[in-house]
Nanobody, 124 residues
Framework: QVQLVESGGGLVQAGDSLRLSCAAS????????MGWFRQTPGKERRFVAA????????YYADSVKDRFTISRDNTKNTVYLQMNSLKPEDTAIYYC?????????????????WGQGAQVTVSS
């Protein structure tokens, strides 16, 4: 069983930065691909970013590329999402997720465990 707990959400203004953290339980955290997804009311959950087990490869949605950075610290069982130059359209609930097979997917159906979500609101 893997438990994921997000933190760091909040209300910011357009252009500000915010960092989300996701703390994971489980001894084999370092083997998982970790991803961040976001969801707004009435919409499907959408891929934001992912990082493979070593941190050596990262993947981003086009909408956040060059603004967001995903990273992980396997010694702390934690994955981060640094969000810069935030826009009102970034407003959503952000979820971290773990893919136990270590794939490099942007499909939420490929992820096995999910956190409870963290609200990020960007005002204009």
């Amino acid at each position: 069983q893997v438990q994921l707990v997000e933190s760091g959400g909040g209300l910011v203004q357009a252009g500000d930065s915010l960092r989300l953290s996701c703390a994971a339980s489980g001894r084999t955290f370092s083997r998982y691909t970790m991803g961040w997804f976001r969801q707004t009311p009435g919409k499907e959950r959408r891929f934001v970013a992912a990082v493979v087990w070593s941190g050596g490869a990262t993947y981003y949605a086009d909408s956040v590329k060059d603004r967001f950075t995903i990273s992980r610290d396997n010694t702390k069982n934690t994955v981060y999402l640094q969000m810069n130059s935030l826009k009102p359209e970034d407003t959503a609930i952000y979820y971290c997720a773990a893919d136990l097979r270590g794939s490099r997917s942007n499909n939420p159906a490929e992820y096995d465990y999910w956190g409870q979500g963290a609200q990020v609101t960007v005002s204009s």
